[in-house]
């Protein structure tokens, strides 16, 4: 009965967690999405979003930011129960969220702008033309993961590093600032060393083309960093809103 009752537990936390991660999520995209999506769009060569395209695909985004975070967090906390810790469990979190959920959600979202259609349609004709294939195995795949891996290990090691060291540097000021400066300062770090990878998946995603073949095109253009500042800020929140929720309100 024990036993049970501990695992009733364990499963109704896990659940906690998803629900929360699922609402900051939400939130994460109403407050970000415009900012993540021009830099998707840069780092593509397609331009600055419309008004009207500014939240095209922000609800396959939400739909694959919880599950995403989830993912990491959920192979990160495994991680530890086999001694792997710290930074080498967030990194590898990341490079499996990347491959199984992140690459085929934002393939669809590229094809979509790349389209100027709606993302629903558009998929379903993707699919027809290449198959669940097409869908789950995408351009940019590793690329993807390979952003992923610094991004998750800000979102899940340095952030709370850096936000401990400003709480302990600065003690009288109020728990929320360190939690804001530590967010940015991450995504500072983040953001310059993942983007290049998001360039390249954004590249793929949008023109079919194989991983050597858009890094030839891009480093051709010096686009590697093309889009960064939008999409740094956008990391600002998410590294904000999703950890402080799951810390504070998944018990």
């Not at 331009?47 to 930011?65: D, F, N, Q, T």
């Not at 192979?75 to 979190?93: F, H, N, R």
């Not at 891996?149 to 709370?160: H, K, Q, T, V």
Request: hydrophobic share 45%; aromatic share 12%.
């Amino acid at each position: 009965a024990t036993v049970s009752v501990l695992y009733w537990m364990d499963d109704a936390w896990y659940r906690g967690r998803w629900f929360v991660a699922g609402c900051a999520a939400g939130c994460d995209i109403l407050l970000n999405y415009p900012l993540w999506i021009a830099g998707k769009r840069l780092g593509a060569g397609m331009g600055l979003p419309s008004l009207g395209e500014m939240y095209k695909g922000g609800g396959a985004l939400w739909c694959s930011v919880g599950p995403t975070t989830m993912v990491e967090d959920t192979v990160t906390e495994g991680l530890k129960d086999v001694g792997v810790q710290g930074a080498m469990g967030a990194c590898i979190s990341g490079a499996v969220a990347g491959c199984i959920v992140t690459s085929q959600v934002e393939n669809c979202i590229t094809k979509a702008h790349v389209a100027k259609r709606k993302l629903i349609p558009n998929t379903v004709d993707l699919y027809k033309k290449r198959g669940a294939g097409g869908l789950l195995l995408p351009y940019g795949m590793a690329a993807t993961a390979s952003r992923e891996i610094p991004f998750a290990c800000s979102l899940f090691f340095l952030r709370n590093r850096i936000r401990d060291y400003y709480s302990a540097a600065f003690p009288s000021v109020h728990s929320f600032f360190p939690e804001v400066f530590s967010s940015f300062t991450t995504a500072c770090v983040c953001g310059p060393l993942s983007h290049p990878f998001s360039v390249l998946a954004s590249h793929q995603q949008a023109n079919d083309t194989s991983l050597t073949s858009s890094f030839a095109t891009i480093k051709s253009e010096r686009a590697f960093f093309r889009g960064l500042v939008p999409r740094t800020l956008s990391i600002t929140g998410t590294l904000f809103l999703i950890p402080f929720a799951l810390e504070n309100f998944s018990s």
